[in-house]
């Protein structure tokens, strides 16, 4: 039988008899994005559609938005000229919104700001994608026909929708096919969805909804499913991961659990799975060797609220559990960051940093950071500067703040001028590039194992690919000495989250090397390969 929910905007899009359509899908944002896009393009495919090479010669076009910032919004908004020509000249175009930038509260106003969009879809209703464009025939995978047979339901004042029925079966949605991953290498988990903070500034929980764990059994059973593919890395995605599992039901097995939320809104936590335990868990999938089938295994993004002693002592413990951690400070004033409703002080950040320096010694750290944040005054912009400068953060993801539709933050005066804030964007990004480069210095002349990526393009195509501006002297081949006849420019990354360039063979891609540190600049280092495999 055909599920019908064929979206009315969009039912006369595969008349029967035609042949399937093929799409492309443009991601933006972050790796949960990333993620969602993976699925969507899984439901296309199970579906009978094909890939196009580019959105100019796709019969269907997907953007998977990001809200984050306006600049992430206007990108999409300034492409709907360019997409109302490709509709004109080729009818069948269809064109789908989905992601963060879809928002029940807003939906009204979707069609006005974005006129060349046919179908709108909010994070939560992506798994309804094949479905609503009536993609999905009786031959389809099962898991495929039933995504989306439950309505929509409403937790704490906000809707939440199909996500949930494919997220509890993402197994069996992986195993039929149903999410296409981008790399053969490394694989994203989600294992948790939504938000339940208040940062004053951040669109997230109104875009993606409250959060809602993932059953910690289907989460293991994924990672199996992930581990027996050949995975080597394994990023398990929440906007707050380190509040996982809260939501979910007391369990026997999961006594021993008894974690007291150290700061902010007080949880009862007890007997409810956690991060730590399925870092242990996940850890504990072993090879034939003996040792973590899954090699390298990390989570993004941690809120110094919720990072509990057992997670720090999970990460100390699992050979698996990379060194390398992300915890966004986003401000050094503490007024700032009441004002931003972050729920910790610098000084909690800071006890938290130590106590994690000292479980996993040498752990690289990274941070996001907001300047000019209302009524964020040079003393304390400073005081930022300063913690940059007593952390030494490994990297820093910096922005100049955005005001966004329908935050608290609204309520409060947007008083740093743009001038102002793109001078202190420049000045944090400018010391802590010279930072950066201390920290990588400190790797040179040492051997690290390196995970081979892939082959890098003669000429860079984007700055924001490695995180950071080109260093010419990375990219100099005959930097690379006597690597041999046939080798070519590679890239990875060391557990601690270092980009490394390299010159090898190109078999070399998707297997773990050892590498000497022979140059190192402020966002990548480069290294030569000592040993084939690690
Ligand atoms: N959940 C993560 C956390 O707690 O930090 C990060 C999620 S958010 C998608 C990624 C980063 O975007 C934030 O850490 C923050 O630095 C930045 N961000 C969010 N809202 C912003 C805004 N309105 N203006 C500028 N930057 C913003
Ligand atoms: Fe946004 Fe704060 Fe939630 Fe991160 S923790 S997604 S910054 S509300
Ligand atoms: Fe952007 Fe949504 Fe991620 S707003 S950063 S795509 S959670």
Redesign the pocket.
């Known amino acids: 039988m055909t599920v019908r929910l064929v979206d009315p905007s969009v039912a006369e899009f595969r008349p029967e008899g035609h042949a399937m359509p093929s799409f492309f899908v443009w991601t933006l944002?972050?790796q949960m994005n990333q993620s969602d896009s993976e699925e969507m393009a899984g439901q296309l495919l199970s579906a009978g559609c094909a890939r196009a090479s580019a959105m100019e010669v796709a019969d269907l076009i997907v953007i998977n938005t990001c809200a984050?910032?306006e600049h992430a919004e206007a990108k999409v908004i300034g492409r709907q000229g360019q997409l109302a020509e490709l509709k004109r000249a080729r009818p069948g175009l269809r064109v789908v919104l989905a992601g963060c930038g879809v928002r029940e509260s807003e939906r009204a106003g979707l069609r006005k700001r974005f006129p060349a969009v046919d179908l709108f879809l909010r994070p939560d209703e992506e798994p309804e994608l094949a479905l609503r464009l009536g993609l999905v025939s009786a031959q389809a995978p099962i898991g495929l026909r039933t995504a989306a047979t439950a309505a929509t339901t409403v937790v704490s004042g906000r809707p939440v929708s199909a996500a949930d029925h494919l997220a509890p079966n993402r197994a069996t949605a992986l195993a039929e096919g149903r999410v296409a991953r981008s790399s053969t290498l490394s694989a994203w988990l989600p294992i948790v969805y939504g938000?339940d903070?208040t940062?004053t500034?951040?669109?997230?929980p109104f875009a993606r909804g409250p959060e809602r764990s993932r059953p910690f059994d289907d989460i293991v059973a994924e990672a199996r499913v992930i581990a027996t593919a050949g995975y080597q890395e394994l990023t398990l995605l929440g906007?707050?991961v380190n509040s996982y599992g809260h939501d979910l039901p007391a369990e026997k097995r999961f006594g021993h659990i008894d974690t007291e939320r150290s700061s902010g809104r007080k949880l009862d936590l007890h007997g409810r799975p956690d991060l730590a335990e399925l870092l242990r868990s996940i850890d504990g999938i072993h090879g034939a060797d003996g040792r973590p089938a899954i090699p390298r295994l990390r989570f993004i993004?941690?809120?110094p609220w919720d990072l509990s002693d057992r997670l720090i002592e999970s990460m100390a413990e699992c050979p698996s559990v990379c060194e390398h951690l992300h915890l966004?400070i986003?401000s050094g004033d503490d007024e700032i960051l009441q004002r931003m409703g972050r729920q910790y002080t610098v000084e909690h950040y800071r006890e938290r940093l130590s106590r994690i320096r000292e479980a996993v010694p040498g752990i690289a750290v990274s941070t996001?950071?907001?300047v000019g944040f209302c009524g964020e005054s040079d003393a304390q912009f400073e005081a930022t500067l300063r913690i940059l400068e007593e952390v030494r953060f490994d990297t820093v993801?910096?922005?100049?703040?955005?005001?966004?539709p329908g935050?608290p933050?609204l309520r409060m005066a947007d008083d740093v001028s743009p001038a102002v804030k793109r001078r202190r964007l420049n000045e944090l990004l400018a010391r802590q590039e010279s930072i950066g480069l201390e920290l990588n210095r400190d790797w040179l002349g040492r051997e690290a194992e390196v995970l081979v990526e892939r082959i890098t393009p003669p000429r860079r195509r984007s700055v924001e690919e490695d995180g950071g501006p080109e260093d010419p002297a990375l990219r100099v081949p005959s930097l690379y000495g006597s690597a041999g006849e046939g080798s070519v420019a590679l890239a990875g990354r060391t557990r601690h989250n270092k980009l490394v360039h390299l010159a090898g063979d190109p078999s070399l891609v998707g297997r773990p090397v050892t590498v000497r540190v022979e140059y190192a600049g402020p966002f990548a280092l480069r290294g030569r390969v000592v040993a084939p495999t690690a």
């Open positions: 944002g972050c984050v910032r938000c903070k940062c500034y951040c669109i997230v906007q707050n993004t941690s809120h966004p986003q996001d950071v907001i993801f910096a922005a100049a703040y955005s005001p966004r935050t933050a």
